[in-house]
């Protein structure tokens, strides 16, 4: 709270999921080859942005993550789900 309460203190912005993932193509996966870059962006897709796209990064925590494999789990199979 001290931060907070500073004269200082400047809210940080924070990136949606989504929001990161756009620049990370752009900036990152640009570098890869075009075939891993394909299968990338199409398991973000498929599997991230449906479920994290929307959220905030700083609300993004290993229990969310942990949700998030256990609705795919349920969805489609072990197997399937991580080999998608």
């Known amino acids: ?22 620049r990370w193509e752009r900036d990152v996966l640009t570098q890869h080859k ?15 942005l449906p479920y994290l796209g929307s959220k905030p990064m700083t609300d993004i925590s290993t229990q969310v993550l942990q949700e998030m494999v256990k609705l795919g789990i349920e969805r489609c199979g072990f197997h399937a789900f991580r080999h998608g």
């Open 1 to 22: 709270m001290s931060d907070v309460n500073s004269l200082h203190y400047r809210a940080r912005p924070t990136a949606t999921f989504e929001q990161f993932i756009t």
């Open 34 to 48: 075009r075939s891993t870059g394909s299968a990338d962006r199409s398991r973000i897709r498929r599997h991230l």
